[in-house]
């Protein structure tokens, strides 16, 4: 009987827990899903998502200097051509554009209006994308889930413009941290600009809007690419090829008070280079010319030059005590045969003449008088020709 109890109490103790474990990992189940509802966003990307690629600003009082660059970038450049290629959707790889593209029009990353140098990325200057679409001739229809508030289009393949977005507008913005004594760069925005044949003829560019690079970042961060013909191994995403600066852009406006473009500051070609070249050299160089070294690398930099010093000195010293050269002539610096053959030669030349320096019995010419002088002078002169 003791142990019929036992086994009961036993059985409805290991019931009663393997319940409450069924209810705890509904419990759970249902926490789990509540929770991924309030994570993620209604644009497609979780907020865990976004942190893994979001950066600090730095503190305002950490910020000794900083600059808005514009760029432009050409993709008919070498170094830039991994933003074009594709044209076409290939295994589920897209262009950079055509990724831009589909992000805006399906809703998941707002677009900004191009203000020419006073953009400002908030709500009141958001782009009403079916106007976008509409001002850009891009053919688009209502996606599903499309409302007033939040409108969704779909963009067939071959409706894209992808050929006629031959350039990117990119702003800069440099930043010196004094507390990290170093510069910092990064990219805030990128804008595609369609190239177009304008209405009298002639290539005409039309900038289409502005996204924020910290929204677009997620989505291209897992897009691979290769850089180079020459090694085909897609080791660089699109985030890497702007974090880490792989473009190749040329500085076509900076942040000024007048709101002036590098062509309108500097019309001369030859001048605006120079400046634009003295922009960059001053942004890479600018935490060189604040740094100030410890005592212990002072140290190391003076023992550095006064060794550079003393080897110029024993370089100028052994330079010194070399002898001068002389001055070798074609004769002294023939071969040593040639130098055999030459004195035998010379001597066969000694022999022969003085062989030839014995005196000889030679009749000298008569002189007469009279006429035949004349005629002996004649004779002398052209035995003397032959001889000779």
């Not at 929770?35 to 950490?62: C, I, W, Y």
């Not at 369609?194 to 929204?215: C, H, N, Q, S």
């Not at 922009?279 to 935490?287: F, P, Q």
């Not at 030349?349 to 005196?359: G, Q, V």
């Amino acid at each position: 009987m003791i142990k019929r109890l036992f086994l009961i109490s036993l059985l409805s103790a290991f019931f009663f827990s393997l319940s409450a474990q069924v209810e705890n990992a509904g419990g759970v189940r249902k926490r789990s899903e509540n929770e991924r509802k309030t994570v993620a966003g209604p644009k497609g990307t979780t907020e865990r998502m976004q942190s893994l690629f979001s950066e600090n600003d730095t503190h305002d009082a950490d910020i000794e200097y900083q600059r808005q660059i514009y760029r432009e970038l050409d993709l008919t450049k070498p170094q830039n051509a991994a933003l074009y290629f594709p044209e076409d959707i290939i295994d589920g790889k897209e262009n950079l554009f055509r990724t831009i593209l589909r992000l805006v029009v399906e809703g998941q990353i707002p677009a900004y209006e191009y203000l020419d140098g006073r953009e400002i990325f908030s709500d009141n200057y958001k782009v009403n994308v079916g106007d976008m679409l509409e001002r850009f001739d891009i053919y688009a229809q209502e996606g599903k889930g499309s409302t007033e508030r939040n409108p969704k289009f779909i963009i067939e393949e071959a409706d894209v413009p992808v050929q006629q977005v031959l350039n990117y507008y990119i702003i800069e913005k440099w930043e010196f941290d004094r507390r990290s004594n170093s510069m910092k760069t990064k990219v805030e925005a990128i804008c595609p600009v369609l190239t177009r044949t304008g209405d009298f003829g002639g290539e005409a560019r039309y900038p289409m809007f502005w996204v924020k690079y910290d929204a677009l970042r997620p989505h291209i961060a897992s897009q691979f690419t290769f850089l180079s013909d020459d090694n085909n191994i897609e080791r660089y995403t699109f985030d890497d090829f702007f974090t880490l600066g792989l473009y190749d852009g040329e500085i076509y406006k900076t942040r000024n008070l007048r709101n002036l473009s590098m062509a309108q500051m500097f019309p001369d070609e030859d001048d605006r280079k120079r400046a634009q070249d003295s922009i960059d050299n001053r942004l890479r160089s600018y935490g060189k010319d604040l740094w100030v070294p410890t005592r212990e690398e002072y140290l190391a930099m003076r023992e550095k030059e006064e060794k550079a010093k003393a080897a110029a000195e024993k370089a100028a010293l052994s330079a010194d005590d070399i002898p001068e050269r002389t001055v070798v002539t074609d004769s002294e610096s023939a071969a040593p045969e040639e130098k055999k053959s030459g004195a035998s030669s010379r001597a066969k030349k000694r022999s022969s003449t003085k062989k030839s320096s014995a005196p000889k019995s030679t009749k000298k010419p008569k002189v007469s008088s009279g006429n035949n002088s004349s005629a002996n002078s004649a004779a002398a002169k052209s035995v003397r020709r032959r001889r000779r």
